[in-house]
């Protein structure tokens, strides 16, 4: 079993940028594909990023591309998603997530979580 916790997110100007970091502990994390979820207020959790198990494959939401990207270090057990280009509109609290399995973008797919770390962005 896996313990993901995340860090790294705060208030930001639109524009600005952030690193958020997925750290796990009790299971190697090269055994899971994780993705990266958010969810605003009065919305539904949506899918942001996610990475293969060792890296090679990814896959972003439309409104992310070129601005954000999905990396990991499984030395340090760590999943990274670099947010550049903010926009108000990414505001949200962001979850990590980790499956035992090919990547998958449905919430429902992933069997372990973060508490989340909230990112705001200031127009």
């Known amino acids: 079993q896996v313990q993901l916790v995340e860090s790294g997110g705060g208030l930001v100007q639109a524009g600005g940028s952030l690193r958020l970091s997925c750290a796990a502990s009790?299971?190697?994390?090269?055994?899971?594909?994780v993705s990266w979820f958010r969810q605003a207020p009065g919305k539904e959790r949506e899918f942001v990023a996610g990475?293969?198990?060792?890296?090679?494959?990814?896959s972003l939401r439309d409104s992310v591309k070129g601005r954000f990207t999905i990396s990991r270090d499984n030395a340090k057990n760590t999943v990274y998603l670099h947010m550049n280009s903010l926009r108000p509109e990414d505001t949200a609290v962001y979850y990590c997530?980790?499956?035992?399995?090919?990547?998958?973008?449905?919430?429902?797919?992933?069997?372990?979580w973060g508490q989340g770390t909230q990112v705001t962005v200031s127009s």
């Open positions: 990475t293969s198990w060792n890296g090679s494959i990814t």
């Open positions: 997530a980790a499956v035992s399995d090919t990547l998958s973008r449905r919430a429902s797919d992933h069997d372990y």
């Open positions: 009790g299971s190697t994390l090269s055994n899971y594909a």
